[in-house]
């Protein structure tokens, strides 16, 4: 079903469709809240996909986690086996395959662009898959890497059991219906006319419908997304900071190779404004009592 989507929205085509030096290039967004309504329609292809993943998907990802954890319970050296393995495999693919994304780039870009100009920076910088193990050890301490892990794993089994309440309370047709309406309500054609930007028309939008309709929210979906937000706020509260000095560490390598970080900041800064907004609504989720 997922094949099909992808084939359906002919991402290859797009891919392979070069732009470069066929003028200003449109970047504006034209998706609407309505088109995401419609997506989350009875028999769309979020309940499509949602129903799968209930019924194959997560029974698969259980029976493969609790083989995984079998097979290191029986051998110490299970995963540095699974590293070295995904390692043999994936070198000789990525060599294989760089000429092709040079070419995109080109591509899309240009032979001078800053996106070739990094291309060409990271293979000077990782020549093997030794200096990505170098790269995390200078930036990762063992205990670091070890508390990455135990907690990836305790994710793992956090993600599962909740989906299990998830899928049992039949939770995909609730909220699906629950968002396809606050998404009805979101736009208009003045005030919110695109998803580009949620501040302002579209949260004010999306607000008065929440409060229109308070205690409506599904209790399930209500339970889902708390967990999910805080397993992120946990995430960034733990490393935050080593993100940050990742982050600058990143910036001042692309800033030394001559290619401006203006961009990025422009777009941070629009995203954490968008966060905040989007965070602003999901309080409003939160705070009241469910359905």
Excluded: W
């Excluded at 200003?24 to 309940?47: E, F, W």
């Excluded at 110490?76 to 092709?100: C, H, Q, V, W």
């Excluded at 995203?271 to 602003?280: R, S, V």
Aim: with cysteine; charged share 25%; proline share 2%.
């Amino acid at each position: 079903y997922g094949k099909s989507l992808y084939d359906g929205y002919e991402v290859a085509d797009k891919v392979a469709d070069c732009s470069f030096g066929e003028g200003d290039r449109d970047y504006s967004v034209s998706v609407t809240y309505t088109d995401m309504a419609a997506v989350l329609s009875s028999n769309g292809p979020v309940q499509q996909l949602g129903v799968l993943g209930c019924e194959y998907f997560l029974p698969c990802v259980e029976h493969l986690a609790d083989k995984l954890a079998k097979c290191a319970a029986r051998d110490d050296t299970f995963y540095a086996k699974a590293l070295e393995n995904a390692r043999n495999l994936l070198e000789p693919f990525i060599t294989s395959n760089m000429g092709a994304v040079e070419d995109s780039l080109v591509c899309h870009f240009g032979a001078d662009s800053d996106a070739l100009t990094l291309l060409d920076l990271i293979k000077q910088k990782i020549t093997s898959f030794d200096d990505i193990v170098d790269l995390v050890n200078k930036y990762l301490s063992p205990d670091t890497q070890e508390s990455l892990a135990s907690g990836a794993r305790s994710g793992l089994y956090s993600f599962l059991e909740g989906s299990n309440e998830f899928c049992d309370a039949e939770c995909i047709s609730k909220t699906s219906e629950y968002f396809k309406d606050l998404f009805t309500a979101t736009h208009d054609a003045e005030t919110c006319p695109t998803i580009e930007s949620y501040c302002g028309g579209c949260q004010n939008n999306a607000d008065s419908f929440i409060s229109a309709n308070a205690d409506s929210v599904p209790c399930c979906t209500q339970t889902a997304m708390d967990s999910i937000i805080g397993s992120l706020q946990s995430l960034i509260e733990e490393y935050g900071d080593l993100l940050s000095k990742i982050e600058s560490a990143v910036k001042d390598t692309v800033t030394e190779a001559d290619v401006s970080v203006a961009g990025y900041e422009a777009l941070k800064a629009a995203a954490m404004e968008q966060a905040g907004c989007l965070g602003d609504t999901y309080d409003e989720l939160a705070d009241g009592d469910c359905a």
